[in-house]
């Protein structure tokens, strides 16, 4: 061989992402089995669409799922962790939520507690009729509220905090004024996204704002607009494009819907809503993936003291020295893990700031109780929603 310079290129480095379990998502939606391979009701890992083929699920025999598949990746990008299993068209949101039942709940405890989000897509049979109520298929509301109680199973039974979205399925514009307003509720765990990728549809695009949310850092709006539009061509509200549809009525009603703007091309989220009131400091998506963030972290790191021996003062309370321990090393955890990558809010003039607080009270006597009482605290960030500029005109160019 004659002596060379050889030079390979690199594949993958461009529309992937790196893992990330901040970032791992469930996707329950309706589908067909295929042989062995593909078996409802099993969970599935993928990181790309080439992974289908392993499973044999395609855009003709799946028509449905490899939809919602597709447009997760499209916003996520490939590498992106996904937890797939299908079920039958049967199977309704509801069902699929039900923390009794082996959908949902088997799909967490196959990821061990790894899925932060769960994406519910549902396709009825033809002949399924939906009951139409509060402007929606009935069992959304259900579905929403089976999903809160799935999801506070999993952060106080498996210390695994998550969120559900599903799909405001049988909305039609005409019965807006109907529609339930989500800002009534209390379901923080849940989101309801309204609009399609599809005109008419009656479900939405769960999978394309799961996608988006994979590809965002917790702490990320979903809806920012430096990021760019979504992957989308087209989307509808109905059978409305978002530039003409009543967004800001569906939008204030607390879904996920989508939007655009004057003067950009493309397609947005219109804001990351749950399904709670205005007032709950968890009804936005960033500041609940951020807060769960702190509530993994804070369980790892105080699994640690579990049976700890714990020096006490002569009164039997916790001595202050182990107290200050344990503050600093809980935040040092979370400023680690979190603020030393931009997740959390900090003041840029406060070189100390940490974006966290941790305090343990020494005046606990924990030789009476056996029980160490603390309180964390983490800073979120603002974000730019409503912006009033005051424009007018000068007559110097004298500065005041």
Known sequence: MLPRVKINFSNGALGTVAPSADCVAGLIVTAAAVSDTFVLGNGYIIHQMSDLATLGLNSTNNAFAYKHIKE??????????????????SVKPS?????????????????????????????????????????LDSDVLVAAQKAQQLAEWATDSRFAPLFVLLAARGYAKENITELADLTTFNYNR????????????????????????AACPVHRHIGRVRDGALPVMSLFIDDDDPSVAN??????????TFRTFTGKSGYFIADDNLATATSD???SIARRRTIDKAYRIAYNTMLEFVNDEVPVTDDGYVSPAY?????????????????????LGTDPSDTSDKGCKCYVNPKQNIL???KLNMV????????AKYIDIELGFITTNTEE
Do not use: C
């Open 72 to 89: 997760f990746y499209d916003a996520a990008g490939d590498g992106a962790e996904l937890w797939l299993m299908g079920v039958a068209d």
């Open 95 to 135: 069902d699929a939520v039900d923390k009794e039942n082996a959908y949902a709940k088997k799909l967490i405890l196959l990821a061990n507690g790894r899925i932060r989000f769960i994406a519910v897509a549902h396709k009825p049979a033809a002949a399924y009729e939906a009951d139409i109520e509060d402007g």
């Open 190 to 213: 849940v989101g309801v996204v309204l609009g399609d990728t599809v005109k008419e549809s009656e479900g939405a695009a769960v999978a394309l704002v799961a996608g988006q949310i």
């Open 247 to 256: 967004v800001e009525t569906v939008n204030d009603k607390g879904y996920i």
């Open 281 to 283: 400091d968890y009804r």
């Open 323 to 343: 107290a200050k321990g344990v503050e600093s090393e809980v935040i040092a955890s979370i400023a680690n893990e979190m603020t030393a990558a931009g997740e």
């Open 368 to 370: 009476a109780t056996s």
């Open 376 to 383: 964390i605290q983490v800073k979120p960030y603002g974000y």
